[in-house]
């Protein structure tokens, strides 16, 4: 399964992450579409994008069986 993944940032407290699952690349459309909500994580700081995002990313990879997982694009 390969799971493509986005994160908004609405404000310098609250992030949002999303996660759209497919099953094959020829899918044209998702099985699954996830999201979370993070409130922690670094203000940005170029180059230094596992303080700001890798946190939500994480928090979202939570909610999938990472044994599943062949793909993640961010």
């Given at each position: 399964m390969?799971?493509?993944i986005d994160t908004y940032y609405r404000s310098d407290s609250d992030a949002y992450t999303?996660?759209?699952?497919f099953d094959s690349w020829t899918?044209?459309?998702p099985r699954q579409i996830i999201s979370c909500k993070t409130?922690?994580?670094a203000p940005?700081?170029?180059g230094e994008f596992?303080?700001?995002e890798l946190p939500c990313i994480l928090d979202l990879l939570k909610l999938v069986d990472l044994e599943e997982v062949d793909t993640i694009i961010l």
């Open positions: 390969t799971i493509g999303v996660g759209v699952i899918d044209k459309v409130s922690e994580f940005y700081i170029p596992y303080k700001r």
